[in-house]
């Protein structure tokens, strides 16, 4: 199992790393059909991030002391709702979750503006696939979530704080709230590497953007309720770096927001 965890990664770098040379080759070139080859492997590279997930997953649910990351974040007495929040709890499973939704805003992104921007999105699949190379790498070579270990009888367990109804929801709202702003990065780079000053790339992303405001908005107010509700956290919002992490970027997509709104009109 470790070892399909690791050779899906692999892939996922390998096709990242494709459909940046050959994108960024065939923007520059005009050649659509290379376009869209690198624009199908930045699908791939979703279904290869599926896939090891899938294997964390399993295991987290099994309990497959034999991974280090299912060992250090849980324990056989562990619920199973926290085995499965336990996939985001640490810095590898944050990592993968991260690629996760990454790959999947990106394949949707291709899909969703291949015939309505084809020339701009010639240009927005090699930046996608920087970024999700960036994070492919780093789960390959820095911090893997597969390594392994000798088999031990039971895990380190979860931290009390982390054994939290919120834990479920508040993580993933503000992942994909931070990781869709991405999409809406990717088309402005997009537009001015292919020159295009109109109004295009924010038509493209008018949804992507609101839709990854919001999700951070809603991830900001249950991290609100779960810091109040934690015993020990201080109230509501406490000016520290975690919150600070959250706050900042809804603040710019805020003003990003009003900014494009101006843009546009």
């Known amino acids: 199992m470790p070892e399909l965890g690791r050779a899906a990664l692999v892939l996922c770098l390998g096709l990242s790393a494709y459909a940046l040379i ?18 199908n492997a930045l699908v791939a590279a979703f279904a290869a991030t599926l896939v090891a997930s899938g294997v964390l997953l399993a295991a987290l649910v099994r309990r497959d002391f034999s991974f280090t990351y299912v060992y250090e974040h849980t324990s056989r007495a562990l619920p199973d709702r926290y085995a499965v929040s336990a996939f985001w709890s640490g810095q590898e499973g944050s990592l993968l979750l991260w690629l996760l939704v990454l ?3 990106a ?25 999700a190379g960036f994070f492919c790498f780093l789960l390959v070579a820095v911090s893997s979530p597969f390594a392994t270990q000798a088999a031990q009888s039971d895990g380190l367990g979860l931290n009390p704080s982390l054994q939290n109804p919120y834990m479920m929801i508040h993580p993933p709202f503000l992942y994909l709230g931070f990781v869709g702003l991405t999409v809406p990065f990717a088309f402005a780079i997009g537009a001015l590497l292919a020159r295009r000053t109109d ?10 953007t609101l839709a990854a405001w919001t999700f951070l ?14 015993v020990g956290w201080g109230g509501y919002y406490a000016w ?3 919150e600070n992490a959250a706050l900042m970027p809804w603040l710019a997509a805020t003003a990003f927001l009003h900014s494009v709104m101006i843009q546009e009109k």
């Open 22 to 39: 050959a994108g960024a080759y065939a923007a520059r070139r005009g050649r659509r059909r290379l376009a869209a080859s690198a624009q």
């Open 103 to 105: 790959t999947g805003f």
């Open 107 to 131: 394949a949707a992104a291709v899909f969703l503006n291949r015939r309505s921007a084809s020339e701009l999105l010639a240009w927005v699949t090699p930046v996608l696939a920087l970024v």
């Open 199 to 208: 109004e295009l790339w924010i038509v493209s992303t008018r949804r992507w």
């Open 217 to 230: 908005g809603f991830g900001q107010l249950l991290g609100a309720h779960w810091a109040y509700v934690e």
């Open 240 to 242: 520290d770096p975690v």
